[in-house]
Nanobody, 122 residues
Framework: QVQLVESGGGLVQAGGSLRLSCAAS????????MGWYRQAPGKQRELVAA???????NLADSVKGRFTIFRDNAKNTVSLRMNSLKPEDTAVYYC????????????????WGQGTQVTVSS
């Protein structure tokens, strides 16, 4: 139905930058919210950043001032620019999208990407 493909993870030194991208494709009528979550080993998945179709954003306190989320509604993509990375940012990062599959659908369904590893060395 809907596929989300992430790219841009990798290994970076503390203080460095990375940009994650996520493209949604498939049976999509419209997308409401999009966002990024992360999960570190032994920890629960947590929200990093979210953005509505209108461009309103919500960032976790731990990344405010360092991360920026933005999207391209025409291309169904969402990106996360990560600056001043810290070792505690190390995690698998997952993108998500709340998708309306048909014009007559009454609900949005949440889809997830497969995850991309971000490792920040000290």
């Amino acid at each position: 139905q809907v596929q989300l493909v992430e790219s841009g993870g990798g290994l970076v030194q503390a203080g460095g930058s990375l940009r994650l991208s996520c493209a949604a494709s498939g049976s999509i009528f419209s997308i409401n919210g999009m966002g990024w979550y992360r999960q570190a080993p032994g920890k629960q998945r947590e929200l990093v950043a979210a953005i509505t179709s209108g461009g309103s954003t919500n960032l976790a306190d731990s990344v405010k001032g360092r991360f920026t989320i933005f999207r391209d509604n025409a291309k169904n993509t969402v990106s996360l620019r990560m600056n001043s990375l810290k070792p505690e940012d190390t995690a698998v990062y997952y993108c998500n999208a709340d998708v309306k599959l048909r014009s007559y659908s009454t609900t949005y369904l949440r889809f997830w990407g497969q995850g991309t590893q971000v490792t920040v060395s000290s």
